[in-house]
């Protein structure tokens, strides 16, 4: 009795596992889980790259002008400049602490840092966020697939 009840367990917690696979990869078109929590570093908030549109801003004047669009934008101080663009950083970041100075009023952006675009965009998390990507398809299962 015993055993069927935990060998029901397992098959509806791998329907759920499915179900929750469905909809990350066909609904929101996600291929990883985002897994872990904030370690309160504070170097997302530091060179800060902000895209509009399809490409990075890289000039300032540009970014003054999409200042009323957003008012994220407001919260952010240029500190230079390379050859992606424009580097930011959020002047609500208390330097001592590391710690956001209107965190529970952040903006959406923060709220949900980190999102899987970084990976698309070819950027990484900071080696010690304690934030990590797992995939939600492991290589191994993918590979099953395709010679099965």
């Known amino acids: 009795m015993i055993f069927e009840f935990f060998s029901k367990y397992r098959v509806l917690q791998d329907a759920l596992q ?4 469905f909809f990350y990869i066909k609904i ?5 889980f985002r897994t872990g929590k904030c370690n309160r570093c504070g170097k997302c908030c530091k ?12 000039d300032e004047k540009l970014f003054n002008s999409l ?12 500190i230079g400049k390379d050859e992606v663009g424009l580097l930011f950083a959020c ?17 959406k952006i923060c709220r949900d ?15 010690d966020c304690g934030f ?9 299962d993918i590979l099953n697939k395709l010679s099965g």
């Open 28 to 32: 929101l078109g996600r291929k990883y």
């Open 67 to 78: 200042k009323p669009l957003h008012t994220f934008y407001f919260d952010l101080e240029v």
């Open 113 to 127: 840092y980190p999102m899987e675009e970084i990976l698309k965009m070819g950027g990484t998390l900071a080696p």
């Open 91 to 107: 002047k609500n970041l208390d330097n001592e602490t590391s710690m956001c100075k209107m965190h529970k009023k952040r903006a």
């Open 47 to 58: 060179n800060i790259y902000v895209k509009h549109g399809k490409k990075f801003i890289d």
């Open 18 to 21: 499915n179900l929750k696979k």
């Open 132 to 140: 990590r990507f797992e995939p939600i398809e492991k290589f191994s």
